[in-house]
């Protein structure tokens, strides 16, 4: 264990920052660290009141918001459990999830709570409007109001939380639970204070700085590393809601201008393949390009275009949740703009490996943090694929109420299998090279990473998304087109199919014979995507 501790993170900030703006919901007002915690002895009240005992679950489901933090916060302070539940989460997921987690309470936004019905849920005690923290429903006929009017706020001098040890569940993540068995991710307070120490030391934030935060926190990537590790700093966090389409992203960004930037490779390659890559393509471009000192020019005026994009206040943009296109990262590491990109999952916390932009090398995930130690389960980790392995302060305790997966997904000896595939290198760089679950045998024997085919696939113009998967020894690509761009360059729908005939040649040509695609399946809908905007490979394969 750690010396360092959660909630004496959370209790420093709050004293450190009592007047300062804390949480903030979009165009909606904002909460001071004061604030907060007086609304933090609120719900401790009312948890008193409801008799609910330290490791208890308390399930939370609902948009980003400040309120949503408050309950988060509230929670692991007190010593009971959190168990964030994604909004995008049907009726049918969600009673499952919180009857399997044993939730007692339930904190719900009411566009979610309108659609439930209550009398499926086996063990609450009540459920509570995440809006407005009115009482909802009492399941068990014992109808505690949140404590409000009564109740007297206390100063900073009076103001204290009692620390809970590190050895102590702080959360149970469904990392998505709703096919098959849930899988309940249990985490330690240990494992979340592993991860703020870390990015304390490593991501530079300091109080008072500004935070969007758009990624859901139910995932662990957003609430560590846009809500819990700059919250520890007291810094100001604006949360979005739901994730927005990329142009109001940068909308928002361009309007707050934070300090820190969070992302997933979706934003970045949109950005990339809608604003810049039109750019670099215009004839008297490529015809400039080729005068000296031209280019260099061009870059920085692209990179000073996308600084401003991103509010042109931030000292580093975290890309992370998925692989990041191929192109897109060579073209950011030519302008020279101030992005790292990190690997992490649930079962950590989630960060496993991370570099500053400065020092990362190009197509790493960085090198593995100081609380963990990482290893290829392969005899050559520096040029034989094998599955990433790991072993530390972050790694869960297991899985809620399943022995046997837990124990399938760590070795006699106690390291965890990732289920990725990698490299580590000399320096102690990873490279992330696919899932396990994804990597295809090709007919000639050899390992094919349809993530590598992918990355060339979808930066052809009119590929909105695609996927590669084995058929028959066969690589077959899945497409579904950009109609939006298709139907702006006046190209006919029944012009797709010999598009992508052109799509796949080109594709070949920069592939071994090995990896080539034997075929384009063209989609009329699109993929069906995690609340992180990734492809559910697993519905498709």
Not at 507 to 527: C, G, W
Request: charged share 25%; hydrophobic share 35%.
């Amino acid at each position: 264990m750690i010396t360092e501790n959660l909630t004496a993170y959370f209790k420093n900030a709050m004293l450190d920052n009592w007047d300062k703006k804390s949480l903030c919901d979009y165009n909606n007002g904002a909460l001071t660290y004061g604030e907060v915690a007086n609304q933090i002895l609120k719900i401790h009240q009312l948890f008193k009141k409801q008799k609910i005992e330290k490791g208890d679950k308390i399930a939370l489901i609902g948009k980003n918001s400040a309120n949503w933090g408050t309950v988060y916060i509230a929670t692991v302070t007190y010593g009971a459990v959190i168990v964030p539940l994604l909004q995008d989460f049907k009726p049918n997921d969600v009673y499952k999830l919180i009857n399997h987690s044993d939730a007692k309470l339930l904190f719900g936004s009411d566009f979610i709570l309108k659609d439930l019905e209550t009398d499926n849920f086996e063990q609450l005690k009540c459920i509570y409007n995440l809006d407005d923290f009115s009482l909802h429903h009492t399941c068990k006929d014992n109808k505690i109001q949140f404590p409000d009017e009564n109740y007297t706020p206390v100063p900073k001098t009076n103001f204290t939380l009692e620390e809970v040890p590190n050895d102590e569940l702080a959360a149970i993540l469904y990392t998505s639970g709703t096919s098959g068995r849930p899988k309940g991710v249990m985490l330690k307070h240990n494992s979340l204070a592993a991860n703020l120490k870390y990015a304390r030391a490593n991501m530079h934030l300091t109080g008072g700085d500004r935070i969007v935060s758009f990624l859901p926190m139910a995932h662990s990537y957003g609430c560590a590393f846009e809500f819990l590790y700059p919250f520890s700093l007291g810094c100001t966090i604006t949360f979005l809601g739901k994730i927005p389409a990329p142009n109001v992203v940068v909308k928002v960004f361009q309007e707050i201008q934070p300090r820190l930037i969070l992302t997933v490779p979706l934003v970045i390659e949109k950005v990339y393949k809608n604003n810049i890559k039109p750019v670099l393509k215009k004839p008297a471009v490529q015809f400039m390009s080729k005068i000296p000192g031209f280019k260099n020019l061009l870059y920085k005026k692209i990179r000073k275009s996308l600084d401003e994009s991103f509010g042109d206040n931030f000292k580093e943009v975290v890309i992370g949740g998925a692989k990041l296109n191929r192109e897109v990262e060579i073209f950011l590491r030519k302008i020279k703009f101030h992005f790292s990109v990190g690997y992490g999952m649930t079962e950590c916390g989630p960060l496993i490996t991370y570099d500053g932009w400065k020092t990362t090398k190009i197509h790493s995930a960085g090198k593995p943090i100081d609380s963990l130690e990482v290893k290829i389960d392969s005899e050559n980790p520096a040029k034989k694929v094998g599955e990433i392995l790991m072993k530390g302060e972050n790694v869960m305790e297991g899985y809620y109420k399943d022995k046997e997966e837990t124990e399938r997904t760590f070795t006699e000896d106690g390291w965890m299998r990732s289920g990725d595939l990698g490299l580590l290198d000399a320096d102690n760089y990873l490279f992330i090279k696919g899932r396990n679950k994804s990597m295809i045998l090709g007919a000639s024997g050899k390992n094919i990473y349809p993530e590598e085919i992918e990355s060339k696939l979808s930066n052809k113009e009119l590929i909105g998304e695609c996927l590669v998967v084995g058929r028959n020894n066969k690589i077959v690509a899945m497409v579904y087109p950009d109609h939006e761009k298709r139907i702006k360059n006046g190209i006919h729908k029944i012009k797709i199919p010999s598009l992508m005939d052109d799509y796949k040649q080109e594709v070949n040509d920069a592939l071994p014979t090995y990896m080539h695609i034997s075929k384009i399946q063209i989609r009329e809908e699109e993929f069906k995507k995690t609340p992180k905007k990734s492809i559910k490979r697993y519905l498709y394969e």
